[in-house]
């Protein structure tokens, strides 16, 4: 399998249960919930989407022709005889229309833990180590189980109340930053404050802020 990355880089984790863990990212290309071209914002499932996922041309993004080929070049971003696990996130676009489990099992064999973040309306490689699912609209969530629970608030079609029969370790809430004119979308202080709200009112749920934009890393 040809494996399409948008781009790699090694920073700290941002938000969730794994925040300020140093780690790998791989962003793949691609989504099944928006095609990332704007003039299909409006009629997509996921309007709201900041990232930038079409192609391969992002910072140690590519090609790869297998999964020992990316394993190795994933490999390659974590510093050298350092103390610690490796840390892998996959992420996108949506990382499951690509994620295989030999490349999970490729990347074990790297002593890498692996993560994903996804928007579970895909099935997953059984061999993650750690798997946030972050719904998104009204698309139909089949992932039943997972470690993390990650929620963009608010969002009309996916309240927190319909998420209840997914079991999972912890569950956030993480304000909507606004990608445009805030008469349209409301404004981070805003949906922030709203957060915070319903995670008082509904203790289950926890508050994760997007860190890695606090505090200008990538």
Same mark, same amino acid.
């Given at each position: 399998?040809?494996? @399409?990355? #948008?781009?790699?880089?090694?920073?700290?984790? $941002?938000? *969730?249960?794994?925040? $300020?863990?140093?780690?790998?990212?791989?962003?793949?290309? $691609?989504?099944?919930?928006?095609?990332?071209?704007?003039?299909?914002?409006?009629?997509?499932?996921?309007?709201?989407?900041?990232?930038?996922?079409? $192609? +391969?041309?992002?910072?140690?993004?590519?090609?790869?022709? !297998?999964?020992?080929?990316?394993?190795?070049?994933?490999?390659?971003?974590?510093?050298?005889? =350092?103390?610690?696990?490796?840390?892998?996130?996959?992420?996108? *676009?949506?990382?499951?229309?690509?994620?295989?489990?030999?490349?999970?099992?490729?990347?074990?064999? @790297? =002593?890498?833990?692996?993560?994903?973040?996804? !928007?579970?309306?895909?099935?997953?490689?059984?061999?993650?180590?750690?798997?946030?699912?972050?719904? #998104?609209?009204?698309?139909?969530?089949?992932?039943?189980?997972?470690?993390?629970?990650?929620?963009?608030?608010?969002?009309?079609?996916?309240?927190?109340?319909?998420?209840?029969?997914?079991?999972?370790?912890?569950?956030?809430?993480?304000?909507?930053?606004?990608?445009?004119?805030? +008469?349209? @979308?409301?404004?981070?202080?805003?949906?922030? =404050?709203?957060?915070?709200?319903?995670?008082?009112?509904?203790?289950?749920?926890?508050?994760?802020?997007?860190? @890695? #934009?606090?505090? !200008?890393?990538?």
């Amino acid at each position: 399998m040809v494996f @399409h990355v #948008k781009e790699m880089f090694y920073t700290l984790q $941002g938000e *969730g249960a794994q925040a $300020g863990r140093a780690s790998v990212f791989c962003r793949f290309t $691609g989504c099944n919930l928006w095609s990332g071209r704007e003039q299909d914002r409006a009629s997509a499932v996921c309007t709201f989407c900041d990232t930038d996922f079409i $192609g +391969t041309d992002g910072p140690g993004g590519g090609r790869f022709d !297998n999964a020992r080929a990316l394993a190795e070049r994933i490999a390659s971003f974590w510093p050298e005889n =350092q103390p610690g696990t490796p840390f892998v996130v996959f992420t996108g *676009g949506e990382p499951g229309l690509q994620l295989t489990e030999a490349l999970i099992d490729a990347l074990h064999d @790297h =002593q890498f833990e692996c993560a994903v973040e996804s !928007n579970g309306t895909r099935p997953l490689p059984p061999n993650l180590d750690w798997v946030c699912i972050s719904p #998104k609209g009204n698309s139909d969530i089949i992932i039943t189980e997972c470690d993390e629970l990650k929620l963009v608030y608010p969002q009309p079609e996916a309240p927190p109340e319909r998420f209840v029969q997914i079991k999972a370790r912890y569950r956030y809430l993480s304000p909507m930053n606004p990608w445009q004119d805030e +008469t349209i @979308h409301p404004s981070r202080q805003d949906t922030t =404050q709203a957060a915070v709200q319903y995670c008082m009112e509904h203790p289950e749920w926890r508050l994760t802020l997007q860190m @890695h #934009k606090v505090v !200008n890393i990538a």
